[in-house]
């Protein structure tokens, strides 16, 4: 019995840490934004339809669409969970103070779309390949 | 012929909104640009111990009659300019009639954060909540509080037909930043609304009733990383037109204003609010031949706890008081001229697309004198001082 719980203890416990370890997420951006870092406060501003601009450059937000990367995005930085996060959105949008930011389907087109588009910032796990944006450091 | 016109084109707008969020077709294209497709919808439920409430029959076995729907589109035609409407329609008792309305259409021009310009009809800023009232997904209560947010007079302040200039910019030495809006133009009551069914209730049947409007609003995004703080003005000149005993009927302002001031502080699960409302109108009625003044004071303190991601717990004080201009107080009884309401309520946010909530009103006063709160004389044919309300609102949005 000891051995069983022991195990599930470490099954459990490793599952943990891989999933710590795993979910890193880095604030990504076209290099049309000029600034190398952001502040937290910026950035939730960007997030959260409350600015558009970053160090002077525009900045629109991009959003992935809900997961362990998005989950932990918005915890971290934006303070939110995935529920209130949208509902505060469609909040703007439904007073005509703004549009619904874009919503992409996996970290690739993350990458894909944020080089494309000129201001584009969104989110990616670090593990994720992204050459031909930058990476803001969050302050 | 015409009310199942009205519910004809209500379910149309529901099918529209199941249909969209069926299948995700959030959007579609106009050449290059893309349109947004957002809707949302509520059903209430209402049952008081007491007094028919919000022109429901409640006091029976309680009313269903609470439901609205909305359906918005938008599009960012350049980085600056984006065009957006969205059409509303709604059943609340007596009110709404499921009449679809053009609840706002505009075009918004921003060249800078601190400059902005939108014209159409545009939604009105005034206090915290006055544009984001419908939002039902976005706010902790089934009920906004009803003496600064009467849900029955919802048409009177939602929008105006005009232009506004609004901005935000950041103050220097991270003192935080300013928000403003100033705006001109006219509103236009809905004739289902509150005080078109008040005056129906005294033999006055209004055709018309709207006026010239301006204002503004400035609030302030302390240093302080949640908390805000503000102040609304609006202006109002108003003509009222319709029938009354056989011959024509006008009414019409002498003075009629509102200032609001507000401040919220919002911390990851929590927030608190409170706001003050003060609504002066100084009428002349029945053609002319007589002038009658409403004073109307509310405030309320308001909060909320998201106690995990699915419940919320929330609570508030509202306070509604009603001074009538030259009557004295043994001809409106005291229950009548106040409505204190405590409140209970519990959130519950099904995924992100769906929410309940449950919630309790415990109200001293009807505050039924000279101006709609929510408890008319129509339905009443006697009020009772005190009433005791259940509300059940289920919500969704996309």
Avoid at chain 2, 153 to 159: F, G, V
Avoid at chain 2, 205 to 221: A, E, I, K, M
Avoid at chain 2, 222 to 239: C, D, E, Y
Wanted: proline share 3%; hydrophobic share 35%.
């Amino acid at each position: 019995m000891k051995k069983i719980l022991l195990t599930l203890v470490v099954v459990f416990g490793s599952l943990l840490l891989a999933a710590q370890a795993q979910a890193q997420v880095v604030v990504i951006a076209n290099p049309s934004i000029k600034s190398a870092d952001v502040s937290k406060n910026d950035l939730r501003d960007v997030f959260t339809g409350g600015s558009s601009s970053i160090g002077g450059s525009n900045a629109t937000p991009v959003l992935l669409k809900a997961g362990a990367t998005s989950d932990e995005f918005l915890t971290v930085f934006i303070g939110k969970n995935d529920s209130a996060f949208r509902a505060g959105w469609r909040s703007l949008v439904f007073s005509g103070q703004a549009s619904m930011p874009k919503t992409v389907d996996s970290e690739t087109a993350m990458v894909d779309f944020v080089t494309r588009n000129a201001g584009a910032i969104g989110y990616i796990s670090k593990a994720t390949p992204h050459e031909g944006v930058k990476v803001l450091a969050v302050r | 012929m015409k009310s199942m016109f009205r519910r004809g084109l209500a379910a149309g707008i529901l099918a529209a909104l199941t249909v969209s969020m069926g299948l995700y077709a959030q959007d579609f294209k106009i050449g290059t640009r893309t349109v947004q497709v957002h809707g949302f919808g509520t059903q209430g439920f209402i049952h008081t111990n007491d007094n028919n409430w919000l022109t429901m029959n409640t006091s029976g076995v309680g009313s269903g009659a609470f439901t609205d729907v909305g359906l918005n589109m938008g599009m960012q035609v350049t980085d600056n300019v984006r065009v957006a409407g969205q059409f509303y329609d709604r059943k609340l008792g007596k009110l709404g009639d499921w009449e679809p309305l053009m609840d706002w259409a505009m075009a918004d021009y921003r060249p800078k954060p601190w400059l902005g310009f939108r014209a159409g009809k545009v939604k009105t800023v005034l206090g915290l909540f006055t544009d984001s009232q419908d939002m039902d997904f976005n706010n902790t209560f089934a009920l906004m509080p009803q003496s600064v947010y009467p849900i029955d007079l919802r048409d009177s302040t939602i929008a105006h037909e005009g232009g506004d200039i609004y901005g935000k910019a950041k103050l220097p030495n991270k003192l935080g930043s300013l928000s403003y809006a100033a705006y001109g133009g006219r509103r236009a009551d809905n004739m289902h609304s509150g005080y078109p069914y008040l005056l129906g209730g005294y033999g006055i049947t209004l055709s018309s009733y709207g006026g010239p409007v301006f204002g503004g609003d400035l609030r302030w995004q302390t240093p302080l990383r949640g908390l805000k703080v503000g102040a609304s003005r609006l202006n109002q000149i108003i003509t009222g037109k319709g029938a009354f005993a056989g011959g024509p009927y006008e009414e019409h302002s002498k003075h009629d204003w509102t200032n609001q001031y507000y401040g919220q502080y919002t911390a990851n699960k929590f927030h608190i609010e409170s706001e003050y409302k003060r609504y002066l109108r100084d009428q002349i009625i029945f053609n002319g031949t007589a002038e009658i003044e409403t004073d109307v004071r509310g405030c309320y303190v308001s909060g909320g706890y998201r106690i995990n991601k699915w419940v919320e717990a929330g609570s508030y004080f509202s306070h509604y008081r009603v001074y009538p201009g030259g009557y004295t107080a043994t001809t409106y009884p005291e229950a009548t001229t106040h409505d204190y309401d405590k409140v209970v309520t519990g959130k519950f946010t099904i995924n992100q697309y769906f929410t309940v909530k449950a919630e309790g009103h415990f109200m001293d006063g009807n505050g039924s004198a000279l101006y709609p709160d929510g408890f008319y004389t129509a339905v009443n044919p006697t009020l009772a001082a005190n009433t005791i309300g259940l509300v059940v609102r289920t919500g969704f949005s996309f």
